[in-house]
Structure formats: structure tokens, C-alpha cells
């Protein structure tokens, strides 16, 4: 494939062992992607009425509140118990929630031989716990992300139920079935390895991928808006009068943030601090570069003049279309894929309003 990058061009994690350089990153990017809920929240803040910003804006603070402490107590357990305890999962769908509830087990020390070892391992370099700390992020931002779709038709203590209700119901089966050894992974139990075999080291032969979160954080979360967005209807007046972002500048900033903070979101995904890691950097800002330039050109030949708000809604596009890819492409690749997505975002923006779909 011309714009994938080689099989052996990245070396492999060392052999067995903590990291504390891949600890210290995978940590640094939990930090960055935390920081993505309160850009999201400028972001749909500015793009919203000025009589709902308030409301707009504490629906992202609200999930990650709300979100933490389900995280903690069993969302964690959920999502990656099985790859801890060896225990068996429930049809490779979710892990039983009290098998690590409350994450106590994760940071049990036994010695052995003289030497401190965590009781239920860590994930590749990095200990469990701060594993844990990353995908913490992941759930606070996914249902952060799905609140832009109920603006002003929900109110916040319903808002706050319904993400509680779908992190556990939604979010943390899909987790485990994509990253936790679930029905979609490629480890053995899934189903492509039913489907077309396992190698030598026991994974699919063919097997998607999702580097990133492409299908447990976008396409997820991109559903239930569209659903919310149908069940509960159009606000007032809308298609009637213009609802204008009220406060560009927000909306600006909140796409710098979202932009900073993914780079821990793809970056931290590789789980270390290597070539990898590097390239996943590169892919991510060319990619982002693309898209949002590729937005401006559309607007320009479309309406005659850019907006900035087009170059916000860009750069996101292309941090999500390169998410799940952002370790298989090249730079060029990466490049391609950020211009095509920016291009058929920006057409595909006014189909919204062509079905009725009220989305902020």
C-alpha cells in the first residue's frame, strides 16, 4: 500500500518491565485528553445560543464529574477486568463490573524474588493503574461529545442521568469489545478470528483497526447525537431564523484546545514513548492541517468567502478522521485522508438542515 507506513518500521516494546518514560507519557496524555472535556465545552459553548451556553457548557463539566466516579467504580471493571484476572467475559460483549470495582486489586504490590510486581500486571510498559488514568479520559470525552446534539432541549439533571445510563449500557461494552479482548478485537475470541484465523501469537489474521478510538469514542458517540438529535425533535424556530454561534472566539478556542489535547488522545493510545508515538504525531497534525484547509477551500468556492468557524469545524473533522488510522498511515497518507475529510465534511455539513436534524 502506497501510503502505509511498514510493518517493521517500528521497533517493539523491550522486554518486560515498567517504563517510567512510557509511564510519565501515557500519564502527560491522560492530562491532555482531561483538558479536550473543557475545550469541548468552549467549543459547543461559542456554536450555541447565548441563552443556552451556560447550560451547553456544564453538560461537558457535568460528564466529567459524573463520568469519573462511574469510571472508578465499575466502568473500569466493565471494559478490562478479563485482562487482568483471566477470568471469562459475558459473550465478549462486557467484563463483570465488581471484579475490579472501586481499583483497589490494581495497585496491590506482592513481592517476588525480591522485586516489588503489581498482582494484576499493567498494560505493555506502563502499570494498570495509569492505564486506567487514559481511559478514564476516553469515557468523560465520548459522552462530552454527544451533548452538542440536545442543546437547549434537555435539561441538566436529565442530561446527567442519560450519561450515566449510556456509559454503562453503551460506552463500556463497546470499550471492551474493541480494546478488551471483546467480540471485536482481534484477540482470539473475537469474531475475526472465528472468521479468518489466528497467526502464531494467537491474533486475528485480519482484524480491524481502531488505534485510537475511531469506533468506541466517534462513531459511538456520533450515533446517540444522531438518535437524540431525532427523538427529541428541533428547537423552536429552528430553520425559521438563523441560530448563529454567539461567541466565535469560544468556538475558536475550544478547537485549539481540542487540537492541543489530542495529541495525548492519539500520541498516548501507542502507550509509549517511541518512532511510533512520533509518526502517530506527525499523521495527527497532518491530517488536522488538511481538513482544516480543505474546509476553507470549499467555503471559498461555495460561498464566496471562509468563516472562522469553518476552520474550527475542519481541524475537528480532521482530528477525527485520522484517529483511528493515525498509526497505520504516512505522513502523506495522513495528508490525503485530512483533505478528503475535510472536503466531504464541509458538503456533507448542510445535509443537517435538508432532513430536519437540529444539532449544534
Known amino acids: 500500500m502506497v501510503f502505509a507506513l511498514p510493518d517493521d518500521a517500528f521497533l517493539p516494546f ?3 518491565g515498567l517504563s517510567a518514560g512510557d509511564t510519565a507519557w501515557v500519564l502527560t496524555s491522560a492530562a491532555l485528553v482531561l483538558f479536550m472535556t473543557p475545550g469541548l465545552a468552549f467549543f459547543y459553548g461559542g456554536l450555541s445560543r447565548q441563552k443556552s451556553v451556560l447550560n451547553m457548557m456544564m453538560m461537558s463539566f457535568g460528564s466529567l464529574g459524573l463520568v469519573s466516579v462511574i469510571y472508578v467504580l465499575w466502568g473500569y471493571s466493565m471494559s478490562f477486568a478479563s485482562a487482568h484476572t483471566g477470568a471469562s467475559d459475558f459473550f465478549g460483549v462486557f467484563d463483570n463490573p465488581f471484579s475490579l470495582f472501586g481499583l483497589s486489586q490494581l495497585t496491590e504490590v506482592r513481592v517476588i524474588d525480591g522485586v516489588e510486581t503489581f498482582v494484576l500486571g499493567g498494560f505493555g510498559t506502563v502499570p494498570a493503574i495509569v492505564w486506567v488514568a487514559f481511559q478514564l479520559t476516553f469515557a468523560v470525552i465520548t459522552v462530552a461529545l454527544i451533548s452538542g446534539a440536545v442543546a437547549e432541549r434537555m435539561k441538566f439533571g436529565t442530561w ?4 450515566g445510563i449510556w456509559v454503562t449500557l453503551v460506552y463500556f461494552p463497546l470499550s471492551h469489545m474493541v480494546w478488551g479482548g471483546g467480540l471485536l478485537s482481534a484477540s482470539e475470541s473475537g469474531i475475526a478470528a472465528k472468521l479468518f484465523g489466528v497467526d502464531d501469537e494467537g491474533v486475528a489474521n485480519v482484524a480491524p483497526i481502531d488505534f485510537a478510538g475511531g469506533t468506541v469514542v466517534h462513531i459511538n458517540a456520533g450515533m446517540a447525537a444522531l438518535v437524540l438529535a431525532i427523538l427529541l425533535g428541533k428547537r423552536n424556530s429552528f430553520g ?3 441560530f448563529r454561534p454567539h461567541n466565535v472566539p469560544f468556538v475558536l478556542l ?3 484546545i481540542l487540537w492541543f489535547g489530542w495529541f495525548g488522545f492519539n500520541v498516548g493510545s501507542e502507550g509509549a514513548a517511541d518512532m ?3 509518526a502517530v504525531w506527525v499523521n495527527t497534525t497532518a491530517a488536522t492541517a488538511a481538513a482544516m484547509l480543505a474546509w476553507l477551500l ?3 468556492i461555495r460561498d464566496g468567502h471562509a468563516t472562522s468557524v469553518g476552520a474550527a469545524s475542519g481541524i475537528v473533522a480532521g482530528l477525527v478522521a485520522i484517529t483511528p488510522a493515525c498509526g497505520s498511515l504516512s505522513a502523506i497518507g495522513s495528508l490525503i485522508l485530512g483533505a478528503v475529510a475535510g472536503v466531504l ?8 438542515y435538508k432532513f430536519g436534524y437540529d444539532d449544534s
Open 14 to 16: 523491550g522486554p518486560g
Open 160 to 163: 446527567l442521568l442519560f450519561g
Open 240 to 242: 425559521k431564523v438563523a
Open 254 to 256: 475550544g478547537a485549539a
Open 276 to 278: 511510533l508515538a512520533g
Open 298 to 300: 470549499v467555503e471559498r
Open 345 to 352: 465534511s464541509a458538503v456533507a455539513i448542510g445535509l443537517k
